[in-house]
């Protein structure tokens, strides 16, 4: 299961604010080097919120097929068929519920082609869901995370990080 229903109407309505769901602009130009190095032809972005990445990419992407899946945003609520060379998943997996991380993971083994970019966040976020529980479910230090990840991709290869944020790049 890669969301409960309970979970999926807290996220539903956690999407009516403008901000959440929209932090993935920011991670655009690592996302934008990684396709540049790797010249995927086609891209998910697995957790695309408010749609900000493909956005931001602009013209990187005009030319590749690019799919967008959100379970709790109506448009992007049905997970695309088949594989993608590339899938990204940005400010997604701290915000999953832990009994359905292992099933979002083997989720996301089974869409990409050639390689997963991930960004996580570590640490506590600055919104909280409507039942009061912080909205990063899972906070995990950096070499958690890598364990966990190396448990479902061949390769986990963190290409940055900061004191609260992981960027890495994951190969099946």
């Given at each position: 299961?890669?969301?409960?229903p309970r ?43 408010k749609?900000?990445?493909?956005q ?24 695309p068929?088949g594989?993608?060379?590339?899938v ?6 701290e915000?999953i ?16 082609r ?31 995370w ?9 390769s ?17």
């Amino acid at each position: 299961m890669l969301i409960t229903p309970r979970y999926l109407r807290q996220q539903k309505e956690l999407h009516r604010n403008a901000r959440y769901g929209a932090a993935s602009k920011k991670f655009a130009p690592l996302v934008a080097e990684l396709i540049i190095e790797h010249d995927p032809r086609s891209i998910l972005d697995y957790g695309a919120g408010k749609g900000a990445l493909k956005q931001a990419l602009g013209p990187l992407v005009k030319a590749r097929k690019f799919a967008q899946y959100d379970p709790a945003v109506w448009r992007y609520s049905v997970l695309p068929h088949g594989t993608f060379d590339m899938v990204c998943c940005i400010d997604v997996l701290e915000h999953i519920e832990p009994k359905c991380l292992d099933d979002v993971l083997k989720s996301l083994l089974a869409k990409t082609r050639l390689l997963l970019a991930v960004t996580i966040h570590t640490g506590p976020a600055g919104k909280s869901l409507p039942d009061g529980r912080n909205a990063h479910l899972i906070q995990w230090p950096a070499e958690k995370w890598q364990g966990k990840l190396g448990q479902y991709f061949a390769s986990v290869q963190l290409r940055q990080q900061t004191e609260t944020t992981l960027f890495g790049v994951c190969l099946p």
